[in-house]
């Protein structure tokens, strides 16, 4: 039998404590899987009286998570404090340059410095290993990293935030606008208090960049990715699509072109037919599409104490066992830099809500502006008639680029009629 793997979890928030009620309440499952015992024997967090409801006795208690990371008694680190610098960075950091691995849930700080980290663990032969980071309890990264490995991937997407599809179904289903549900959320602890890091599309940003690395091999690029978020996405446009056929869903899409990769997060709109519309609630799912398998879709729960624990602790067990791939699948240096497409670049369909005064030939206008930047119509679509008053007009247009429909619609904003700039979302074809 080899000798226990010695954790030292920094963090006992609801996942840490979630990880220490694993590994005790599966211990002895976990020690047949991997062929060794899987201890916890340090923990750091600030209050120590606080109850978390698992049994800390006999655990190295560490007010200060840099010092549990020098320990010699640990020889993995699992980092759950959060935020991309300061604590947590200063912790990874301390556990690679003492030889000790790293698990980590810590999204933000993976995507801003990830590449530096895996170079850092590479070249102390320790292994960096984020699972959680990403879509919580899904195991993408083990997907993408090892189940398909032999693939060429072509395009990887997904809901990758749980409060955004939470609020955008709880839109659908009651008829209430962003800012109540929103407030909803809150309550319910589905959404921060400062919610701005999920509404605005920036929490799946940074976990869509690290399933670019991973699909495409190149070193992880936060700032390349385009984002916008759902906070001015109305129960009319909910109600609009869902008559054409469409859900709204903020989807990350990372894909390979031509001219190289697109990142993006950003509401779309998604055929009601597919699988990814049907993804409700708070749940995550993700598509990855190689050249060999074709379509790959996985589905579950993207945060919360017990599938998040569950995706840290299969790290673990990766360790235990000797496990230590490359954290972006290859090697650091062998990571491409291949080109990032500009959003402007991008080539789409698109659905337009404008507010308009419902007078003739305001629509005439639009439709030149348009056809100068050739962006063709596919649809109109106006509900009944109040003349002299503000109504919502719908188009949805054919496929065409983006720095054209954007040029359009700044025209289209500077139209008398037009009340309110335009609302664009993109139409993904999946
Ligand atoms: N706040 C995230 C979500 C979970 O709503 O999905 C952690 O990344």
Redesign the pocket.
Known sequence: MLDPLKIGVAGLGSVGAGVVKLLHGQSELLERRCGRVLAVTAVSARDRQRNRGVDLFGIRWFVDPRELAADDEVDVVVELIGGSDGVALDVVESAIAANKSVVTAN?AMMAIHGTRLARQAEQAGVGLAYEAAVA?GIPIVKALREGLAGNRINRVYGI???????ILTAMEETGREFDEVLAEAQVLG???ADPG??VDGI??AH?LALLTSLAFGRPVEFDSVFIEGIRDIGTVDIEYARELGFRIKLLAIARATESGVEQRVHPCLVSRDTLIAHVQG?F?AVVAEGDFVGRTVYEGR??GEKPTASAVVADLIDLARGGNLPAFGVPTASLEATPAVPMEDHVGAYYVRLMVVDKPGVMADVAAILRDENVSLESVLQRGRDPGEVVPVILTTHVTVEAGMRKALREIAGLELVVEPPLMIRMEQL
């Open positions: 999204k919580g990758l935030n749980g409060t955004c599809n939470y589905y959404a921060e890091f999920d929490d799946a976990k708070v995550n993207g945060a």
